[in-house]
């Protein structure tokens, strides 16, 4: 079964909205959640993380939203652009030297100008 | 910026076939990945390396062997290449496991006929 789930396989919004990408989990032992973001042609790059000691992250225009006791967390995009229209992967892993990173299968998010 | 050099870039090989997919960081990372990438199942694990000579066993690695040579160079071999091994192969590497940045490569698109 799927240990990373992403709710939504696309996404469409206007430019300026504010995109929201959600995920959930289901291993109790991830503690790193990062969202990685893929354009056409081109391998994933990671855009923010979040540990499951924090329950927000910030860094510009995005924001992870993190609650642990549900085992959820979302992406939020302020002000889209159409700049941002791309692949989404939220991804999990255990932490320490474990290796293995577990990613969800991905919104495609278009943005609208 | 951390670097992970895919080649080829695009390879057709026949059902039967052999196939060798060839990666290369120039970071001194620790960890290399090799991820395929498929509609619909997202990113997939097939095999991983923390070192050279180290090889460990991902989500998906039925038909595929792998090899570390060096700390740079990480080999994905297909040596009975199937139609349902037609894929775009991602190569990535991390400093260390799964709870820090992972860089991608470019991608390799195989088809086999």
């Known amino acids: 079964q799927q240990q990373v789930r992403q709710s939504s396989q696309s996404l469409t919004v206007w430019e300026g909205e504010t995109a929201i990408l959600n995920c959930s989990y289901e291993?109790?032992?991830?503690?790193?959640f990062p969202w990685y973001q893929q354009f056409p042609g081109e391998g994933p790059a990671l855009l923010i993380a979040?540990?499951?000691?924090?329950d927000k992250k910030e860094d510009g225009r995005f924001t992870i939203f993190f609650n642990k006791r549900e085992k959820n967390l979302s992406l939020h995009i302020k002000d889209s652009q159409p700049g941002d229209s791309a692949t989404y992967f939220c991804?999990?892993?255990?932490?320490?030297?474990?290796?293995?990173?577990?990613f969800g299968l991905g919104t495609t998010l278009q943005v609208q100008p | 910026e951390a670097a992970v050099t895919q080649s080829p870039r695009n390879k057709v090989t026949v059902t039967g076939g052999n196939v060798t997919l060839s990666c290369r960081q120039t970071?001194?990372?620790?960890?290399m990945y090799w991820y395929r990438q498929d509609t619909g199942h997202g990113l997939r694990l097939i095999h991983y390396s923390y070192g050279a000579g180290n090889l460990q066993i991902g989500d998906v690695p039925d038909g595929y062997k792998a090899t570390r040579t060096t700390q740079e160079d990480f080999f994905l071999l297909l040596e009975l290449a199937s139609p349902s091994q037609t894929s775009l192969y991602f190569c990535a590497s991390s400093d260390e496991g799964g709870d820090t940045e992972v860089f991608f490569g470019k991608g390799t698109r195989l088809t086999v006929v």
């Open positions: 991804a999990a892993s255990r932490g320490g030297n474990t290796g293995k990173l577990i």
């Open positions: 979040i540990r499951s000691v924090s």
């Open positions: 291993n109790s032992a991830f503690d790193y």
């Open positions: 970071n001194s990372h620790n960890y």
